[in-house]
């Protein structure tokens, strides 16, 4: 029988939405195995985070710590490479946010553990539980099979669904003492950005601009605030320095899957189809009719998005 480790990310205490997508997958993982789903949460302060995890009907290992107030990797690797050992989990995950890409290949170093990143779905059962992951932008989608005995995977979170509320577990406080002289990385400050739109990998809507809006993202920006969405970017548009780069959507960018995902401007590179073509619903403005964003597109508009963005913006804020 193979436990299951699911990592869960909070900020503050507060749970990221990230981890309940993260523990939906490690369901999938315990159902396949047999075994126990257990998460762990680690912080100073993280009582509440750890029930409301459990409500969610599994196990958690909480270690609440001052010296685990703030995120570091190193601080926080061994004690989950330790919590792994301590529930026999052989299966140990998190979600591919910049959170888990930090942390789990350190725990994975620790357990000796080879790892599968960016996974997009399960197959197998028992030991043998494979992992569904993409390849070359998403072109290619590769089923690995890991070979060491314990198996360590981030999971892209907008594959899988949240995990419901059901049944209640229990919570077991874990002793876990860092001491922050130690360690040769020091926490030193968080800066964060502070917008009155949702964040990107959260929104329901997201409007994206590319090299077409030749730097001027007023309208894109516009239509975003009009819909109450969140602002994309191609690599291209960050890379002139016309935006800030965590708008960035696509393979070296955000992974986005939201309800609607309009994009301006943007010729449809396969690295930024990487970031958003499991988008539920896709439109796209581009001048050129051979653009290739447009073979992906449900809805597809060939005009200048200086002229269509405004035109788009007035229809909605009259439908309103
Ligand atoms: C390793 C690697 C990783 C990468 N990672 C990413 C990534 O994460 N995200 C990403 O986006 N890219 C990424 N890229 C870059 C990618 O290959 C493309 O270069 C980039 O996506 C192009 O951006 P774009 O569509 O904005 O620009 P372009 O390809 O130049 O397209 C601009 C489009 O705007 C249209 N246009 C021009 N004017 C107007 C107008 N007035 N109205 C309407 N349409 C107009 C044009 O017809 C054109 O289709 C990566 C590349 C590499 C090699």
Known sequence: MSNVLIVAEQAQGALKKATFHALGAGREVARRTGGKLVAAVLGAGVGGAAEE????????????APGLEHYLAESYAPVVAQLAKDVGATYVGAGATAFGKDLLPRVAARLEAAMATEVLGFA???????????????????????????????????????????????VVPVAASVDPAALRTRFVSFKEVKSERPE??????VVSG????????????????????????????????????????????????????????????????AGMKGSKVIVAVNKDPEA????????????????????LRAKIKAGK
């Open 53 to 64: 995890l459990a409500a969610h009907g599994v196990e958690v290992r909480v270690a609440d």
């Open 292 to 311: 290739p964003i447009f073979a992906l597109a449900d809805y597809g508009l060939v005009a200048d998005l200086f002229k269509a963005l405004p035109e």
């Open 200 to 205: 990107l990998t959260d929104a329901r809507i």
């Open 124 to 170: 197998g059962d028992g030991g043998a539980v494979t992992f569904r992951r993409p390849m070359w932008a998403g072109n290619v989608l590769a089923e690995v099979e890991l070979a060491t005995p314990v198996k360590v995977f981030t999971v892209r979170t907008t594959e899988f669904q949240p995990a419901p509320r059901e049944g209640q577990g229990s």
């Open 210 to 273: 590319g090299r077409g809006t030749k730097g001027d993202f007023k309208e894109v920006e516009a239509l975003a605030d009009e819909l109450g969405a969140a602002v994309g970017a191609s690599r291209a548009a960050v890379d002139a320095g016309w935006v800030p780069n965590d708008w960035q959507v696509g393979q070296t960018g955000k992974v986005v899957a939201p309800e609607l995902y309009v994009a301006a401007g943007i010729s449809g590179a396969i690295q930024h189809l």
